[in-house]
């Protein structure tokens, strides 16, 4: 018969093994959710950097894939994981869109000022600019900092002509 304080230690123990267990297992899951969603991520980068296309159309995927991206951060429940998902996302996309930016500013600078004013009129309506002003607040907030400060995000808002919060 074993004692009832060593019982009761025995299960002290046994469920301090469990809830580590849990714990380990929770963030393994987030961590490879984290990974598949950069990888996506990445990928959509990489061949958009590349692709040979229309410099406002590539610009509005760009967008596209942010706003993606800054929601898909949302998703995770503690600051520190959204927190890491931004910077491994703007580190792991760094050269994409530093080509990309590249491309669309030689294009840009090229442009006389009537189709300057003409592009800034077509992005104002474009729905990203409403979705980035939206989602941009709730990950500051999530986060309590400024996106400017971790993600290419600030390159980006000066591309599409926009200003951060």
Not at 18 to 25: D, E, G, R, S
Not at 35 to 54: G, P, S, W, Y
């Amino acid at each position: 018969m074993i004692p009832l304080n060593l019982t009761r230690h025995l299960l002290k123990v046994q469920h301090i093994y469990v809830l580590l267990a849990t714990m380990l297992i929770g963030t393994s899951c987030t961590s490879t959710r984290m990974n598949k969603e950069l990888l996506v991520h990445n990928t959509q980068m990489q061949q958009l950097a590349i692709k040979k296309m229309d410099p406002i159309e590539k610009l509005d995927i760009l967008a596209a894939y942010t706003v993606e991206a800054l929601e898909n951060s949302l998703e995770y429940n503690k600051t520190k994981d959204v927190i890491k998902f931004i910077k491994l996302y703007s580190r792991q996309n760094k050269q994409p869109v530093e080509r990309i930016y590249k491309e669309i500013s030689h294009w840009y600078l090229n442009l006389n000022d009537a189709e300057k004013l003409l592009y800034g009129a077509r992005l104002a309506t474009k729905p990203y600019v409403r979705q980035l002003y939206t989602v941009i607040p709730k990950v500051e907030k999530k986060i309590n900092k400024k996106l400017d400060k971790i993600l290419f995000i600030g390159k980006f808002m000066k591309l599409a002509g926009l200003g951060l919060s």
